[in-house]
């Protein structure tokens, strides 16, 4: 580590509270599926920022479209309309097959968003009494930071400090459907559920989970959540996760990869039944939705469709998975994932083992103590990830 790395460092450590524990490399620029740190070395990106950088750094499409925008009209809040809302709007509803899309930035307020949305159709279209609403989540989940959200998180580092929790979630098994089936009563409003967990150490559930979930939501009057911040949008080889078993959610959640990596927004799609029901002054957000988010959510959509990325994901991830599993590394217990989101367990905590990646031109980071989660930009060509093996294999012997 040179003074420049330090400085860096010392400065983030000073000012700012300690709640990440990073790699020790500082970076300052990217390309594609590539990052250069300030000692002018290159790293794959095996991160993509928890796969919101699905496109890539700094694509040239997204950039484009945010350079153009930005200097005409960035924010116009909600109190009026803008050109470029709509048509987002529009574009999210078509590829998810939904009526309507509410926006928001962050993908925890999407969660948030989602989450009233049930509990007021809950109260207005099933008939639940006032303040009884509940709603099913998993064990493992991670749907975000916000007060509500860790209040029904099962990891203590998550909730612990932050109590008193928000009532009107019950938690069951991910991937076991009698859990469900049983928590479901007369109040039960929703199901919010991660296709894949990517927090928890990318727990892929039992086949036909999710479709079955699915069912059993529509027989038992309840609405089926899909969180695909982390896998929607191309990450597991197809365009959204539940489309795997020819899923369509009630309500689907999407954030991070949105934008490309460009700005933070998030969006909540679902059948207008749901979403509505919302009335003036009832939900909001002041950059949600505004012109500048838009443009550049319009062009990472575009990227997405018309580079074909999932199908790229699908490809390289399987056979990223294939030449890991060929790897025969003894401390390795468990490889799993779908397209490029990947999961490699080990027997040991991760963390020095990540290191040892940076040190080799790997960025990638523990999911959970015992996993590391390799989740590569999905432009990534064959020749990029017969390179990256090479370094993941280095510095894992
Ligand atoms: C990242 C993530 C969130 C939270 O998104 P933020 O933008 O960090 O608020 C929620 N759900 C899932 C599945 C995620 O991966």
Redo the contacts with the bound molecule.
Sequence with gaps: MNTATRKYIELDERYGAHNYHPLPVVLERGKGVFVWDVEGRRYFDMLSS??ALNQGHGHPRIVAAAKKQVGKLALTSRAFHNTLMGAFLKRICELTGQDMALPMN????A?ETAIKAMRQWGYLRKGIAANRAEIIVCRGN????TTTIVGFSSDPDSSGNFGPATPGFVTVNYGSLEDLEAAITANTCGFLV?PIQ??AGVLVPPEGYLAKARQLCADRKVLFCA?E??TGLGRTGRLFAVDHEAVKPDLIIL??ALSGGLY?I?AVAASSEVLGLFRPGTHGSTFGGNPLASAIGLAALDVIVREKLPANAAKQGEYFRRRLKEMRHPLVVDIRGKGLLTGLEFRIPTRPLCEKLMERGVLAKDSHEMTIRFAPPLTITRSQLDSALRAIRTALS
């Design positions: 928890y796969s962050s993908g925890a307020e969660v991670f749907h975000g930071r991660e990517g927090e969180d911040i982390q954030g991070k933070p998030s």
